[in-house]
């Protein structure tokens, strides 16, 4: 039975990290672990979020939207055999001018979309969960926004768009996020 | 005087110790066993209140794990510091080092994320209590929380309640206490009335029998010296059962305590007196360096019942025979005792009571050949054994015969004469005299009838009944019954009673002799002088005749006192209008005295010895022949 003392405690924080990374980059260290933990962060948000009965009924298919070609995409492809709360995971590759439509989680990479202003205004009426790793993305109506922060990754959620959206993103997520709007 | 056993009390004892330890173990397996379920049950809330706990945290890490948010994990686990009892709580990912941890203090240890921890769910440990639970995300376990509870709140109020229980525990002990001290008292109580009634007489409050036995036997063990001895001591009230039937019980019982009262307060310390039976009482006296206390203490006795005892106005007298035995005779043997001075009562009884005899060994033989009078007695009415004899009474102012005295003579088959000394007080004892008492007053009859056939009618024949048969209320209609059969005048008849029996029992004697007299008889006192006459009862009697008892007639002339007696006997009774008569005259000085005090008749072997009927008017004839 190990007693910590805090010294070891900041030690152990720094193990953790560290650990989380490796984690993280078990899959495909070699090419960019980022990727990898923004995929990761793209799968616990869909984890964490429940989509109302008329867009997501009971074992139908999740879909994972991105464009083609974004840097998470071969992340994301991994992450295919999983299921989300009993719905299975689709990923969809769009092109540009592809539709977006029938997407429930649509991930909009920092260039991707700066292409497609207001990204807000795309999915009005529609229920999806918008994810972003620009940094002020809630500004701009994305629900979540990842960052990095002391080499950590963060979140800040925009809690009205989500609402807005008639998700319901899980208050155990909203308090990990760095900011809540 | 309370006989002590040694067994009292100590039932009660042993019942109240054995209540109090029955009392004390039930206390203290119920204590044991609040305390044992107060442990569990407090043992078991405490564990739910921690299941709560640990679901709270591992429910809110869940994304904080999912996110490897080692922060946010921690900010939920610092959660647990308002739970004072939780010393330290963990996130683990995987076995080892904790993902998160908040301890609360410095000596705080983390529990370790075991297997076995985790399969349990929980475990008690000495100090601790340890909890897992296994944090599920999206159907799978992302991470296990960790909670480490110290126990020592627990035992603070486990502490808390066996303290109280304890005290509780303690007034339910005092309380016990008090009532089993209050119960052992009263079974101690009612165990020492219940002792002391088994062996106390309630009227006299003296000894009963069977505390009599008990003590005696015990004082005989006591006695095992040769220089000390027993002495035993039996006193029968002579006349108490008719101080019974003419006062009544309740006045009975009165004098039964006031004779024990009277006895007892003359005696030593040491000496035990008891009552054994109706007007029977015992006296155990202990005597050292081979002094004889039996003899004196019986003096005593009777000088100190010749004083009457006051009883609701009315001047009692009792007396009583006395017998007494001493161990140093009996060889220590408790039945010999009382058998020894029982038949010393007896001899004192026979003797003619209010006296006391000393036990002595040929006493038995004594005993033995009363033994066998009784039993030939009861067969010598059958036998034709018993016959009349009648002796003379002489007039003096016409000298000549007016009556006879019918003296019972028994000629018994086997003991041959028997005289009536020896066997009236047997008869009187036994309870035959009733049946010979009859016999004698139908004999007299039938002899009065037969003298009538014969012209021989100018004189009365006189019966004389004895104290047990006055008792018999039919006696009366039984002599009336008797006279009609025979066809005689009762006139005739003339009852004898002794003056110490109409005093013992004053009242019904009036009752019967004024019922006789209502009927023609005459009645006559027998033994004057001998009794303890009041001269306000004498007025009372309905009597005709006083009888001068021998003994003042046997000295004189010549003592001055006797001859002063029966001057003032004549006196009195021909003051009261009463003819006197003295018996025992022998001698013709004692007849010349007679005659010249005025006394109106005389009877004894001057005139005659008692006479066979059949010789009776062979002996008239003779004497008009010599005048």
Redesign the interface.
């Known amino acids: 039975?190990?007693?910590?003392?805090k010294p070891v405690?900041e030690v152990?924080?720094v193990?953790?990290?560290a650990w989380?990374a490796c984690?993280a980059g078990t899959a495909h260290a070699q090419h960019a672990p980022e990727n990898q933990l923004k995929a990761a962060?793209i799968f616990?948000f869909a984890?964490?979020t429940e989509w109302p009965q008329a867009y997501l009924a009971d074992g139908e298919a999740l879909s994972v939207c991105v464009a083609k070609h974004s840097l998470v995409s071969e992340a994301l492809v991994d992450l295919e055999q999983k299921?989300?709360?009993g719905h299975p995971l689709r990923i969809k590759f769009l092109s540009d001018g592809e539709s977006w439509q029938n997407c429930r989680v649509a991930y909009l990479e920092n260039d991707a979309h700066s292409k497609l202003p207001p990204a807000g205004k795309k999915f009005e009426g529609q229920s999806v969960l918008t994810i972003s790793d620009r940094p002020t993305a809630v500004d701009e109506g994305i629900m979540i926004a990842i960052a990095v922060e002391n080499s950590r990754f963060v979140f800040d959620i925009n809690a009205t768009a989500a609402r807005q959206a008639k998700l319901n993103i899980?208050s155990?997520?909203l308090?990990?996020a760095r900011k809540v709007y | 005087m309370q006989n002590k056993d040694p067994l009292a009390g100590r039932l009660s004892e042993k019942s109240a110790s054995s209540a109090l330890y029955v009392l004390c173990i039930a206390l203290f397996c119920a204590a044991v066993l609040l305390v044992s379920f107060q442990f569990l049950s407090l043992r078991q809330s405490f564990l739910e209140d921690l299941k709560v706990q640990i679901r709270i945290v591992s429910t809110n890490s869940i994304a904080a794990i999912a996110f490897r948010d080692a922060k946010a994990s921690e900010e939920i686990l610092r959660a647990m510091q308002v739970s004072s009892s939780v010393d330290s709580a963990a996130i683990y990912t995987e076995p080892g080092m904790p993902f998160a941890f908040y301890v609360r203090g410095k000596d705080s240890t983390i529990a370790a994320a075991t297997t076995e921890l985790k399969n349990a769910g929980y475990q008690f440990q000495l100090r601790h209590l340890d909890l897992a639970e296994t944090v599920n995300l999206n159907g799978k376990p992302i991470g296990l929380v960790t909670l480490r509870a110290s126990l020592d709140i627990l035992y603070m109020r486990l502490a808390t309640y066996a303290l109280i229980t304890a005290c509780v525990f303690l007034a339910s002990f005092g309380i016990g206490y008090l009532l089993v001290g209050r119960m052992r008292r009263r079974v101690a109580d009612a165990e020492a009335h219940l002792t002391y009634l088994a062996h106390t007489d309630a009227i006299t409050e003296l000894p009963n029998r069977h505390a009599f036995n008990k003590i005696l036997s015990q004082a005989l063990l006591d006695v095992r010296q040769p220089e000390n001895h027993l002495e035993l001591i039996l006193l029968d009230l002579d006349n108490f059962k008719s101080v019974n039937d003419s006062l009544g019980h309740l006045k009975g019982d009165q004098l039964l305590k006031a004779v024990g009262e009277r006895l007892s307060s003359g005696l030593r310390d040491t000496d035990i007196m008891c009552r054994i039976g109706g007007d029977e009482f015992a006296i155990i006296v202990g005597s050292r360096n081979k002094q004889h206390r039996g003899r004196p203490i019986a003096q005593k006795i009777i000088r100190a019942l010749a004083a009457p005892f006051t009883i609701d106005d009315h001047d009692v007298f009792v007396t009583a025979s006395i017998g007494t035995s001493s161990s140093a005779d009996d060889k220590l043997d408790i039945m010999a005792l009382t058998r020894n001075a029982d038949i010393a009562m007896y001899e004192a009884k026979a003797k003619g009571k209010n006296t006391f005899e000393v036990f002595k060994p040929e006493m038995n033989h004594l005993a033995q050949k009363r033994l066998s009078i009784e039993n030939n007695l009861r067969k010598a009415i059958a036998n034709d054994e018993l016959t009349l004899h009648y002796q003379p009474k002489l007039n003096l102012h016409h000298n000549r015969v007016t009556g006879f005295e019918a003296l019972l003579r028994w000629n018994s088959e086997e003991l041959g004469e028997v005289s009536p000394v020896e066997f009236i007080p047997v008869a009187e004892e036994s309870g035959l005299i009733n049946e010979i008492g009859m016999w004698v007053i139908r004999k007299a009859c039938e002899q009065i009838a037969i003298w009538e056939r014969q012209n021989l009618a100018d004189f009365k024949v006189s019966v004389n009944l004895s104290p047990r048969q006055t008792r018999n209320l039919l006696l009366a209609t039984d002599i009336l019954q008797a006279m009609h059969t025979a066809k005689i005048d009762p006139g005739r008849m003339e009852i004898e009673i002794t003056e110490t029996q109409l005093m013992e029992n004053i009242d019904s004697n009036i009752e019967l002799l004024a019922q006789l007299r209502s009927y023609g008889l005459r009645l006559s006192i027998d033994d004057f002088g001998t009794g303890y006459s009041s001269m306000a009862y004498l007025k009372r009697f309905p009597i005709n005749e006083l009888k001068i008892d021998r003994a003042f007639v046997r000295d004189i002339p010549g003592s001055g006192e006797d001859e002063a007696i029966i001057t003032s006997i004549i006196a009195l009774g021909h003051g009261l209008g009463l003819t006197v008569i003295a018996e025992g005259v022998e001698t013709k000085q004692q007849l010349a005295f007679l005659r010249s005090v005025n006394c109106d008749s005389i009877q004894g072997y001057y005139v005659a010895k008692p006479m066979p009927a059949d010789e009776v008017a062979h002996f008239l004839a003779s004497l008009e022949h010599n005048q």
């Open positions: 039975m190990p007693t910590i003392y405690r152990l924080a193990l953790v990290t989380l984690v962060l616990n984890l964490f299921s989300v709360n899980s155990k997520l308090r990990l």
